[in-house]
């Protein structure tokens, strides 16, 4: 019988479907094919193998890969159909439904979510808050991960002697439900089938072949499970195959356990492995890069990825000043390139980043540049819970008249003032002002409505209302004071090589009162404890709004500035149509199976790609991380790296990452080379003029070229000594004839640089 299918695979591809008898891990590179090979070995198995489909079982991780796997395969072999293709969890749910008696739960037995298991924590620990709650619960959720019972060992996720006994008590009021959770969904199987031979050779009897797809995704629970099921200790005859590639393991914060394939051949006595190394997605030189950095990573089974589509172009490194630079590089960059090339559009590009919080700047330039662009994978950077807390605070300060920030935040975090009460305060205003609305104070109206509250109410409103009073009178006291220079002139300041005066008062700006009113106010706590449980990053946000508010004086008129600039920005994302044709922006860790045309890697900087946290294996998996947002790039890659970058409420200079330097000279690099990188050799394709693709950049250097005399109103005559395209700005040093010297950014302050004609 004839297998067409199998004239489209490449030699390894093809060895790797018609492979049998012993367990085999496929090690499939980047782009390799890997979902075509798993679904025709499927087929295969069916059509030349004569296995009985009811045999045969895969698993992946997600409905979205699961269902796309059955599709696939039943498009090559309609049989397929009667095979289990499924999810893990789905696979445990079957498990768990065929054998409910054994695990303790009703066949009907429904799955708790995270919410539900903290509530039942909650009766089961009276006493505990919800905050503690749905850490314990988040907890539990990763010792299932581990396969660890409230008796075992719990150190790993909790040093608290006294967690084991929250653990225990919940499991047994879990037990008495008889319901399950989404942990146990894995756990349950394992328990039952390494204490139930009978159950086990049921399974193994079953299932005479096994494979798994991301395998490098897998926990210790699943990989327990794969052991049970396959009976591999005991010699049962299942075939076993998992597919997974080990420099793509990036999920260690949700359980994923890198040794399960690094070990696959200790684990699996006998195991073959074959490597798919032929990529059918990136051009050569952008796989060179990948190779360059992760061949630094010293536990992995190794392989080099061989493009299928020629060499292509150097990956281009560009080196900027600030991540407002770095914002407006990459929408000049895209706006050119669409504008210029027919066949490019907004959706071939992908921005990446290390946190989601680093969208903002990304956002705000693409707004006004009118660059259509969607978030995956996240919301919006001011449609985020935690930033619309944040300036919910900040605009109640700014007008206490504004009962849609008064309403998000009076009770949160929870202060016990309930909707009811909420209204009554705000019907307790308008009856006291009434047509004086311009005196409407709801603060005000909150204190004098306190005492005829409950005492719980009354305390959280006291407790709000000189919460609000403080930070008011704080910034209000600052306005009176504050000698500090308007943000015109510290950019004007900055621009021009000046220092600012070392006072107090101009060095405290905006961002110090945006921390302290997020911190005092109990937000920046309330959404750290959800980072704590969701794995989120809602803290980096916080973080991020912080930084944006620099550029503020610390003044109420600062603060009027800086939330009138987010409103705008609001508005032109509300008046944006639409639109399929988008620039994506995206997280490196939810790139994971997505490729692009054009790929920009942004934020390469030593505390910020790698996190300032990671060594050892965590560094490892940072840079499996970039290695992974390479391999996404199918025809041209940028990254960026900035010399400065407002951190905590502060800009401060930045190192270039040091996988830049592990990299080799694998890159073009533009923009004025930091001396670290340069005295390191790192400058292959230099070309210290070449910032960005924008043409303005040329022509500004040629007018301002070396020795053109000019003249300033401050400063007189002088000529030209030095120009330079350094950090993504044509900087301009002036020697004049006064005897001073001094920088000026001519695209921004040209009316200050006369040119003097001869």
């Known amino acids: 019988m004839a297998f067409e299918y199998l004239e489209t695979l490449n030699p390894e591809q093809t060895e790797a479907v018609v492979h049998s008898g012993n367990p085999l891990l496929i090690l499939a590179g980047a782009g390799s094919g890997k979902t075509r090979v798993i679904t025709t070995k499927i087929a295969y198995l069916i059509q030349h193998e004569n296995m009985n489909p009811y045999s045969i079982l895969a698993v992946t991780f997600t409905k979205k890969a699961a269902r796309e796997m059955q599709e696939r395969a039943e498009h090559l072999e309609p049989l397929a159909a009667r095979a289990q293709i499924r999810t893990f969890h789905s696979f445990g749910a079957w498990f768990l439904r065929r054998y409910a008696e054994e695990a303790g739960l009703e066949p009907s037995f429904t799955v708790y979510d995270d919410d539900d298991s903290a509530s039942l924590i909650m009766k089961a620990m009276p006493g505990m808050t919800k905050k503690q709650a749905n850490s314990a619960a988040h907890k539990i959720a990763l010792c299932k991960d581990y396969c660890l019972s409230p008796e075992d060992d719990l150190s790993s996720v909790d040093s608290d002697g006294a967690f084991s006994e929250v653990y225990a008590a919940y499991q047994k009021r879990l037990r008495a439900t008889g319901n399950a959770d989404f942990g146990d969904l894995i756990m349950l199987p394992v328990k039952i089938l390494e204490s139930n031979p009978v159950i086990r050779r049921e399974m193994q009897y079953r299932f005479r072949v096994i ?28 075939y076993v195959c998992v597919v997974g590639d080990d420099d793509q393991s990036i999920y260690k914060f949700r359980g994923a356990e890198v040794q399960n394939i690094l070990q696959f051949p200790d684990f699996f006595p006998g195991a073959s492995v074959i490597r798919l190394e032929r990529n059918y997605r990136s051009t050569g030189k952008i796989l060179a890069a990948a190779d360059a950095v992760v061949s630094h990573n010293e536990d992995r089974l190794g392989k080099t990825l061989v493009a299928v589509r020629g060499e292509g172009s150097l990956p281009k490194l560009v080196f900027l000043e600030s991540q407002d630079k770095e914002a407006q590089f990459c929408a000049s960059l895209i706006k050119k390139a669409v504008e210029e090339k027919g066949d490019c559009l907004y959706r071939d590009f992908a921005i990446l980043y290390r946190t989601n919080a680093q969208s903002l700047g990304f956002e705000s330039e693409f707004l006004h540049r009118q660059i259509p662009y969607v978030v995956v994978g996240s919301l919006k950077f001011y449609e985020r819970e935690e930033i619309k807390d944040s300036l919910a605070y900040l605009a109640l300060i700014a007008n206490g008249r504004d009962e849609i920030a008064f309403q998000r935040i009076v009770n949160k975090p929870v202060r016990g003032i309930g909707e009811k009460t909420q209204e009554k305060i705000i019907l307790s205003a308008h009856e006291t002002y009434g047509a004086l609305i311009e005196n409407l104070n709801l603060i005000d109206a909150a204190e004098n409505a306190a005492e005829s509250l409950s005492k719980k109410a009354r305390d959280g409103i006291k407790e709000f209302c000189g919460l609000m009073k403080e930070l008011k009178d704080s910034l209000l006291r600052k306005s009176a004071s504050s000698d500090s220079p308007s943000k015109t002139d510290e950019l004007a300041a900055l621009a021009s090589g000046e220092e600012l005066p070392e006072s107090d008062t101009v ?25 704590e449980i969701d794995g989120t990053a809602r803290v980096s946000n916080l973080d991020e709004l912080v930084n944006s508010a620099v550029l503020y004086p610390c003044t109420m008129q600062g603060l009027l500035d800086f939330l009138d600039s987010i409103e705008l920005d609001r508005t032109l994302a509300e008046n944006t149509e639409e639109t399929t044709d988008a620039v994506t922006l995206i997280t490196l860790h939810n790139t994971k199976g997505l490729e692009f045309p054009r790929v920009i890697i942004t934020g390469l900087e030593n505390g910020i790609f790698p996190r300032g946290d990671k060594a050892g294996d965590e560094l490892e998996e940072e840079r499996r991380l970039f290695y992974v947002g390479i391999t996404r790039a199918k025809d041209e890659l940028y990254i960026t ?24 000279d694998v890159f073009k690099v533009l923009g004025n080379v930091p001396p670290s990188y340069a005295f390191a050799g790192k400058t292959a394709g230099f070309d210290g003029n070449e910032v960005s693709e924008d043409d303005p950049k040329s022509r500004i250097l040629k007018k301002y070229a070396k020795g053109t005399r000019i003249y300033n109103d401050d400063y007189g005559y002088g000529q030209i000594v030095e120009c330079s395209a350094g950090n993504g700005e044509v900087v301009v040093t002036v020697q004049f004839e006064s005897g001073g010297r001094k920088k000026f950014l001519p695209e921004y302050q040209s009316k200050s640089l006369e040119i003097i004609r001869d």
């Not at 700006?509 to 937000?523: A, M, Q, T, Y």
């Open 211 to 238: 494979m798994v797809d991301e395998y490098q995704d897998s926990n210790v629970a699943q990989f327990k499970l794969l052991q049970a099921v396959s009976g591999v200790q005991e010699n049962s005859g299942t």
């Open 507 to 531: 060095r405290e700006n905006l961002s110090v009162f945006v921390r302290s009113v997020i911190e005092e106010s109990g937000i920046y706590e309330y959404h750290k404890a959800q980072d």
């Open 641 to 664: 790296s900035c010399a400065m970058r407002r951190l905590y409420g502060r800009t401060e200079p930045m190192m270039p990452s040091r996988f830049l330097f592990e990299a080799g």
